[in-house]
């Protein structure tokens, strides 16, 4: 099945869960005002079956003494026939009643109710008539959740419950939706990437070609010096390929987890003077732009050396390639009491703050990956630091544009293999 079909389903999901989070909203809703409108007809009824037998009960008085009952006697009974009434009900909290009569608060069962709540409430009933004198009034004060035998808190779980269960949903689909965007644009990424191989491959490959028909002509075979100039060209040429190989070769060791690490004692300055003299051997157009400045006092580490020369080629490779036609690299090492500090400076066109974090990802390039007038795979800083932090060192970069960049790179010192 196709991306896009993938994308599509996604979206009809996503669709179809926000409608259903909306329905859900809205019946709750209408549920909610049912709830709570069937809680006032239910206190409604309440308060006239409650009138009711309060005017039995007065009547019945009136007639065996002749006399109305005097107003506590009254809200006594009133109060008796309310909460008989009201304890049928499943309510959420206890019912507050008022007892008032024209413009005046006769009685509250609680103090807090306000005479503005006694006067403005809808739930209010007449308990006693006398002639030529206004009806003395209840007045119940409506709790702010009403229910009937559906607490609103039950729903408020259910929709809590809901809620988390599309919002898991909804996290799946994103995290989904971000993984589909991620491996397309790393399989974008690596047919770029496999077009800059292709293209730096065919470079060399191109003069091995070459040279090797230029060995073939008859002037070439007869003049010892061109013989030696076309086969240097062929090993030169062969080194790259073999370099370049390598260097996928141990990224695809590194992130499998199967690269053999060889450790022993060396010295970081020695190893550097060798190593930077073969350089420009070999790359003579930059003998004189780069230098050393080895300072450092104590020099000796625990590592393994081939995987530290190449780390320090790809930082030489980098530079000269990235900083610019007349760049210049100095190479430094100097040390403190726990740390010997190598560090690849130059002061080339250098590097935005904001691809700091990113330069040492896996195929990400400054330049646009396609330009091919800058070499490089993308990988190679990834490996430095891959692999520096399998040798137990650390690399920083400091870098400002137009003024240069500088690779840091430490080793703690190890006192078990010094003192050796």
């Known amino acids: 099945m196709k991306a896009n079909i993938y994308k599509i389903l996604l979206y009809i999901s996503i669709s179809a869960m926000i ?53 506590s006697q009254m809200q006594m009974m009133i109060d008796s026939s309310l909460k008989s009434e009201f304890s049928g009900l499943v309510l959420v909290g206890d019912l507050e009643y008022s007892i008032y009569q024209s413009n005046k608060v006769l009685y509250k069962s609680n103090e807090s109710i306000t005479d503005a709540e006694v006067f403005d409430s809808k739930l209010s009933r007449a308990f006693y008539y006398e002639k030529d ?54 399989a974008n990424t690596r ?5 800059n191989i292709a293209h730096e491959f065919k470079t060399p490959l191109a003069s091995i070609k070459l040279a090797g028909e230029m060995l073939g002509h008859a002037q070439v075979v007869n003049s010892p010096e061109k013989v030696q100039r076309y086969s ?18 141990n990224v695809v060791l590194l992130e499998e987890g199967q690269i053999s690490l ?11 003077n060798k190593l930077i003299s073969h350089y420009v051997l070999v790359r003579g157009e930059y003998h004189d732009r780069l230098k050393t400045d ?27 390639r990235h900083g ?40 990400f390039r400054v330049s646009p990956i396609n330009n091919h007038d800058v070499k490089g795979h993308g990988i190679g800083l990834y490996y430095v630091k891959s692999i520096l932090k399998q040798l137990g060192g650390e690399i920083t970069l400091n870098s400002v544009p137009g003024k240069g960049t500088t690779f840091e790179i430490s080793f703690p010192f190890d006192n078990k293999y010094l003192e050796k």
């Open 232 to 249: 240097d060209l062929i090993l030169y040429e062969v080194k790259r390929l073999q370099s370049q190989t390598e260097q996928f070769q």
């Open 294 to 320: 080895l300072q450092a006092e104590i020099d000796l580490i625990y590592s393994d050396k081939n995987h530290f020369e190449s780390v320090i080629i790809n930082l030489l490779d980098n530079a000269f």
């Open 19 to 71: 409608a259903v989070i909306v329905g859900q909203v809205v019946w709750t809703t209408h549920s909610h005002k049912v709830i709570r409108q069937a809680g006032y007809t239910l206190i409604q009824l309440s308060l006239a079956k409650s009138s009711y037998d309060f005017n039995r009960k007065v009547d019945r008085i009136v007639d065996v003494s002749g006399q109305k009952p005097e107003f």
């Open 191 to 195: 047919v770029k990437v496999i077009n």
């Open 133 to 186: 004198s206004p009806a003395i009034m209840v007045s119940v004060v409506a709790p702010k959740n009403i229910g009937y035998y559906m607490r609103m808190i039950y729903m408020d779980v259910w929709w809590i419950i809901s809620m988390l269960g599309f919002a898991t949903i909804a996290i799946i689909a994103i995290l989904l939706l971000r993984s589909m965007k991620k491996s397309k644009l790393e």
């Open 324 to 363: 610019g036609a007349d760049v210049k690299v100095v190479v430094s090492t100097y040390s403190d009491n726990d740390y010997i500090f190598i560090s690849i400076s130059d002061n080339g066109v250098g590097i935005a703050k904001e691809y700091h974090k990113l330069i040492f990802e896996r195929f």
């Open 262 to 272: 060889y450790f022993d004692n060396f010295s970081i300055n020695e190893v550097l």
